[in-house]
Protein backbone atom coordinates (compact mmCIF):
# COMPACT_ATOMS: atom_id res chain seq x y z
CA UNK A 1 0.00 0.00 0.00
CA UNK A 2 3.44 2.26 1.11
CA UNK A 3 4.58 1.58 -2.22
CA UNK A 4 1.92 1.97 -4.39
CA UNK A 5 0.93 5.27 -3.09
CA UNK A 6 4.30 6.37 -3.00
CA UNK A 7 4.53 5.07 -7.24
CA UNK A 8 1.27 7.05 -7.28
CA UNK A 9 2.85 10.61 -6.37
CA UNK A 10 6.00 9.75 -8.00
CA UNK A 11 3.52 9.59 -11.50
CA UNK A 12 1.55 12.41 -10.82
CA UNK A 13 5.33 14.71 -10.33
CA UNK A 14 3.08 16.45 -7.51
CA UNK A 15 4.94 17.80 -4.46
CA UNK A 16 5.07 14.34 -2.66
CA UNK A 17 5.86 12.92 -6.03
CA UNK A 18 8.89 15.54 -5.83
CA UNK A 19 9.97 14.24 -2.91
CA UNK A 20 10.20 10.94 -3.71
CA UNK A 21 11.94 11.63 -6.92
CA UNK A 22 14.72 13.45 -4.60
CA UNK A 23 15.12 10.09 -2.26
CA UNK A 24 15.61 8.38 -5.13
CA UNK A 25 18.40 10.71 -6.28
CA UNK A 26 20.11 10.20 -3.09
CA UNK A 27 19.13 6.96 -0.82
CA UNK A 28 20.70 4.18 -3.32
CA UNK A 29 24.00 5.72 -3.81
CA UNK A 30 24.66 6.85 -0.34
CA UNK A 31 23.67 3.66 0.70
CA UNK A 32 26.52 1.96 -0.64
CA UNK A 33 28.72 5.27 0.35
CA UNK A 34 30.45 3.30 3.24
CA UNK A 35 31.56 0.33 0.56
CA UNK A 36 33.40 3.09 -0.68
CA UNK A 37 34.33 5.31 1.90
CA UNK A 38 37.67 5.62 1.12
CA UNK A 39 38.02 6.48 -2.46
CA UNK A 40 35.09 9.27 -1.54
CA UNK A 41 36.94 10.88 1.51
CA UNK A 42 37.98 13.86 -0.57
CA UNK A 43 35.19 13.51 -3.21
CA UNK A 44 33.11 16.75 -4.07
CA UNK A 45 29.67 15.89 -3.49
CA UNK A 46 28.18 16.63 -6.71
CA UNK A 47 30.62 13.40 -8.34
CA UNK A 48 29.88 11.50 -5.41
CA UNK A 49 26.83 9.19 -7.23
CA UNK A 50 28.57 9.35 -10.73
CA UNK A 51 31.60 7.57 -9.09
CA UNK A 52 29.21 5.29 -6.31
CA UNK A 53 27.94 3.75 -9.86
CA UNK A 54 31.24 3.28 -11.60
CA UNK A 55 32.81 1.62 -8.32
CA UNK A 56 29.51 -0.62 -7.66
CA UNK A 57 29.69 -1.80 -11.48
CA UNK A 58 33.77 -2.48 -10.65
CA UNK A 59 32.87 -3.86 -7.60
CA UNK A 60 30.60 -6.63 -8.61
CA UNK A 61 32.58 -8.38 -10.30
CA UNK A 62 35.10 -8.69 -7.61
CA UNK A 63 36.06 -10.88 -4.99
CA UNK A 64 34.59 -8.57 -2.09
CA UNK A 65 31.47 -7.52 -4.08
CA UNK A 66 29.47 -4.20 -2.38
CA UNK A 67 25.58 -5.02 -1.82
CA UNK A 68 24.34 -4.02 -5.44
CA UNK A 69 24.79 -2.04 -8.53
CA UNK A 70 22.79 -0.06 -11.17
CA UNK A 71 21.08 -1.67 -14.27
CA UNK A 72 19.53 0.66 -16.96
CA UNK A 73 17.66 -2.33 -18.66
CA UNK A 74 14.66 -2.84 -19.39
CA UNK A 75 14.21 0.23 -16.64
CA UNK A 76 16.57 2.19 -13.60
CA UNK A 77 16.90 -0.73 -10.89
CA UNK A 78 19.34 -1.92 -8.85
CA UNK A 79 20.94 -5.38 -8.85
CA UNK A 80 21.46 -7.41 -5.64
CA UNK A 81 24.89 -9.20 -5.62
CA UNK A 82 23.52 -13.06 -5.21
CA UNK A 83 25.82 -13.85 -2.46
CA UNK A 84 24.35 -10.82 -0.51
CA UNK A 85 21.07 -12.03 -1.80
CA UNK A 86 22.11 -15.63 -0.27
CA UNK A 87 23.24 -13.73 3.10
CA UNK A 88 19.31 -11.72 3.50
CA UNK A 89 17.79 -15.12 2.81
CA UNK A 90 19.76 -16.71 5.78
CA UNK A 91 19.67 -14.10 8.08
CA UNK A 92 15.94 -12.34 7.36
CA UNK A 93 14.94 -11.97 10.86
CA UNK A 94 17.67 -10.66 12.08
CA UNK A 95 18.26 -8.03 9.90
CA UNK A 96 14.30 -7.30 10.26
CA UNK A 97 14.29 -6.74 14.28
CA UNK A 98 17.58 -4.66 13.69
CA UNK A 99 15.78 -2.39 10.84
CA UNK A 100 12.69 -2.32 13.24
CA UNK A 101 14.52 -0.94 16.60
CA UNK A 102 16.46 1.23 14.77
CA UNK A 103 13.17 2.26 13.18
CA UNK A 104 11.22 2.21 16.60
CA UNK A 105 14.43 4.95 17.81
CA UNK A 106 14.18 7.31 15.20
CA UNK A 107 10.43 7.66 15.73
CA UNK A 108 10.38 7.34 19.18
CA UNK A 109 13.57 10.44 19.68
CA UNK A 110 11.51 12.26 16.78
CA UNK A 111 8.08 12.13 18.40
CA UNK A 112 8.78 12.06 22.02
CA UNK A 113 5.02 12.57 22.73
CA UNK A 114 3.56 10.08 21.48
CA UNK A 115 3.79 7.11 23.87
CA UNK A 116 4.19 3.38 23.35
CA UNK A 117 5.28 3.82 19.55
CA UNK A 118 6.32 0.14 19.67
CA UNK A 119 2.43 -1.05 20.60
CA UNK A 120 1.49 1.16 17.68
CA UNK A 121 3.82 -0.59 15.29
CA UNK A 122 3.01 -3.57 15.86
CA UNK A 123 -0.57 -3.66 17.70
CA UNK A 124 -1.25 -6.83 19.73
CA UNK A 125 -3.94 -9.03 17.42
CA UNK A 126 -5.98 -9.61 21.37
CA UNK A 127 -6.33 -7.61 24.61
CA UNK A 128 -5.82 -9.47 27.43
CA UNK A 129 -7.97 -7.85 30.27
CA UNK A 130 -8.41 -10.93 32.49
CA UNK A 131 -6.40 -9.07 35.51
CA UNK A 132 -8.27 -6.12 34.90
CA UNK A 133 -11.31 -8.11 35.70
CA UNK A 134 -9.94 -9.85 38.58
CA UNK A 135 -8.40 -6.70 39.57
CA UNK A 136 -11.95 -5.09 39.51
CA UNK A 137 -14.22 -7.71 40.95
CA UNK A 138 -11.94 -8.07 43.88
CA UNK A 139 -12.23 -4.12 44.49
CA UNK A 140 -16.11 -4.13 43.94
CA UNK A 141 -16.60 -7.56 46.70
CA UNK A 142 -14.23 -5.40 48.72
CA UNK A 143 -15.51 -1.75 49.19
CA UNK A 144 -18.87 -0.16 49.08
CA UNK A 145 -20.58 -0.29 45.47
CA UNK A 146 -18.97 2.12 42.32
CA UNK A 147 -21.02 4.40 40.31
CA UNK A 148 -19.96 4.43 36.99
CA UNK A 149 -18.33 7.47 36.72
CA UNK A 150 -20.16 8.17 32.65
CA UNK A 151 -23.84 7.75 33.54
CA UNK A 152 -23.66 7.42 37.17
CA UNK A 153 -25.12 3.96 37.27
CA UNK A 154 -24.46 0.76 39.68
CA UNK A 155 -21.63 -1.19 38.75
CA UNK A 156 -22.24 -4.94 39.52
CA UNK A 157 -19.56 -7.56 40.02
CA UNK A 158 -19.17 -10.04 37.44
CA UNK A 159 -21.36 -7.06 34.95
CA UNK A 160 -19.45 -4.64 33.63
CA UNK A 161 -16.95 -4.21 30.80
CA UNK A 162 -13.44 -2.85 31.00
CA UNK A 163 -12.94 0.93 29.95
CA UNK A 164 -9.79 2.45 28.88
CA UNK A 165 -9.87 6.27 30.14
CA UNK A 166 -7.34 6.84 27.62
CA UNK A 167 -8.13 4.93 24.14
CA UNK A 168 -6.61 1.92 23.57
CA UNK A 169 -5.12 2.57 20.59
CA UNK A 170 -3.94 5.65 21.90
CA UNK A 171 -1.55 4.13 24.72
CA UNK A 172 -1.32 0.62 23.54
CA UNK A 173 -1.13 -0.77 27.03
CA UNK A 174 -3.77 -2.67 29.51
CA UNK A 175 -1.91 -0.83 32.88
CA UNK A 176 -4.42 -0.88 35.83
CA UNK A 177 -3.83 2.77 36.61
CA UNK A 178 -5.41 3.41 32.84
CA UNK A 179 -8.41 1.47 33.42
CA UNK A 180 -12.09 1.60 35.19
CA UNK A 181 -15.59 -0.63 35.09
CA UNK A 182 -18.40 0.35 33.14
CA UNK A 183 -21.64 -0.95 32.14
CA UNK A 184 -21.37 -2.35 28.79
CA UNK A 185 -23.66 0.22 26.83
CA UNK A 186 -21.45 2.88 28.50
CA UNK A 187 -18.40 1.49 27.28
CA UNK A 188 -19.50 0.53 23.61
CA UNK A 189 -20.66 4.36 23.30
CA UNK A 190 -17.43 5.68 24.50
CA UNK A 191 -15.53 3.71 22.36
CA UNK A 192 -12.00 5.34 21.08
CA UNK A 193 -13.72 9.21 22.04
CA UNK A 194 -11.08 11.20 24.82
CA UNK A 195 -13.61 11.58 27.32
CA UNK A 196 -14.20 15.07 28.55
CA UNK A 197 -12.05 16.42 31.04
CA UNK A 198 -14.71 16.96 33.90
CA UNK A 199 -14.40 13.19 34.21
CA UNK A 200 -10.77 13.21 35.70
CA UNK A 201 -11.38 13.75 38.62
CA UNK A 202 -14.22 11.15 39.68
CA UNK A 203 -11.49 8.81 37.47
CA UNK A 204 -9.07 9.59 40.25
CA UNK A 205 -11.19 9.24 42.91
CA UNK A 206 -12.59 5.69 41.87
CA UNK A 207 -8.91 4.60 41.32
CA UNK A 208 -8.00 6.22 44.95
CA UNK A 209 -11.08 3.84 46.10
CA UNK A 210 -10.12 0.56 44.21
CA UNK A 211 -5.71 1.00 45.17
CA UNK A 212 -6.88 1.73 49.06
CA UNK A 213 -9.07 -1.14 49.12
CA UNK A 214 -6.41 -3.60 47.64
CA UNK A 215 -3.89 -2.13 49.89
CA UNK A 216 -5.17 -3.73 52.76
CA UNK A 217 -4.35 -7.60 51.15
CA UNK A 218 -1.43 -9.86 51.96
CA UNK A 219 -0.80 -9.77 48.02
CA UNK A 220 -1.60 -6.04 47.46
CA UNK A 221 1.96 -5.76 46.30
CA UNK A 222 1.93 -7.87 43.47
CA UNK A 223 -1.72 -6.55 42.24
CA UNK A 224 -0.80 -2.73 42.58
CA UNK A 225 1.97 -3.03 40.86
CA UNK A 226 1.50 -0.80 37.49
CA UNK A 227 0.56 1.68 40.55
CA UNK A 228 3.69 1.39 42.35
CA UNK A 229 5.73 1.96 38.93
CA UNK A 230 3.42 5.01 37.75
CA UNK A 231 3.63 6.56 41.61
CA UNK A 232 7.41 5.61 42.08
CA UNK A 233 6.95 4.33 45.06
CA UNK A 234 8.92 2.32 47.69
CA UNK A 235 6.15 0.19 49.54
CA UNK A 236 3.06 -0.09 49.41
CA UNK A 237 2.59 1.67 53.03
CA UNK A 238 3.00 4.94 50.66
CA UNK A 239 -0.53 4.15 49.20
CA UNK A 240 -2.46 3.22 53.02
CA UNK A 241 -1.20 6.81 54.06
CA UNK A 242 -1.46 8.61 50.79
CA UNK A 243 -4.06 11.26 50.75
CA UNK A 244 -6.84 11.64 47.93
CA UNK A 245 -5.07 15.00 47.17
CA UNK A 246 -1.84 13.52 46.66
CA UNK A 247 -3.53 10.44 44.33
CA UNK A 248 -5.49 12.84 42.43
CA UNK A 249 -2.61 15.38 41.59
CA UNK A 250 -0.43 12.44 40.26
CA UNK A 251 -3.23 11.04 38.20
CA UNK A 252 -4.17 14.20 36.72
CA UNK A 253 -0.16 15.07 35.75
CA UNK A 254 -0.10 11.94 34.11
CA UNK A 255 -3.17 11.33 31.97
CA UNK A 256 -4.27 15.30 31.44
CA UNK A 257 -1.04 15.81 28.94
CA UNK A 258 -2.07 12.97 27.31
CA UNK A 259 -5.28 13.79 26.65
CA UNK A 260 -4.17 17.15 24.91
CA UNK A 261 -1.54 15.26 22.75
CA UNK A 262 -4.36 12.40 21.46
CA UNK A 263 -6.62 15.16 20.65
CA UNK A 264 -3.85 16.90 18.83
CA UNK A 265 -2.92 13.12 16.96
CA UNK A 266 -7.04 13.23 15.63
CA UNK A 267 -8.66 11.16 18.55
CA UNK A 268 -12.09 13.33 19.50
CA UNK A 269 -12.29 14.75 22.10
CA UNK A 270 -14.50 15.54 24.53
CA UNK A 271 -16.98 12.77 24.50
CA UNK A 272 -20.38 12.54 27.48
CA UNK A 273 -22.43 9.82 27.74
CA UNK A 274 -25.92 10.47 26.48
CA UNK A 275 -28.14 7.52 26.85
Known amino acids: MIVKTALDHFQKRDEIGQQVASLANYVPYRFLRQFFAENLRSEQ ?15 FHSRQ ?44 KHNPNVPN ?21 LVLRKSSPLICIYSSKPILPGNF ?6 PWRFVG ?5 NLIPTPKEVNASKSDNLPDPSYLEPFAKMQYQAVQSIATLTRAERMLEDYVILFKISSIDEFRRMSLCQFTNTIQA ?22
Request: charged share 20%; aromatic share 16%.
Open 117 to 137: IAGKLFEPQTRDLKTARLFWN
Open 65 to 108: PCLYRFVNSPDPAIEIHPEWFKYFQQHLTILTGFCLWHLINYLQ
Open 45 to 59: DWKINRHIREMAEQA
Open 254 to 275: TIAPQLQIAANMGFSQRWKYNP
Open 173 to 177: HDLLW
Open 161 to 166: SIDHFL
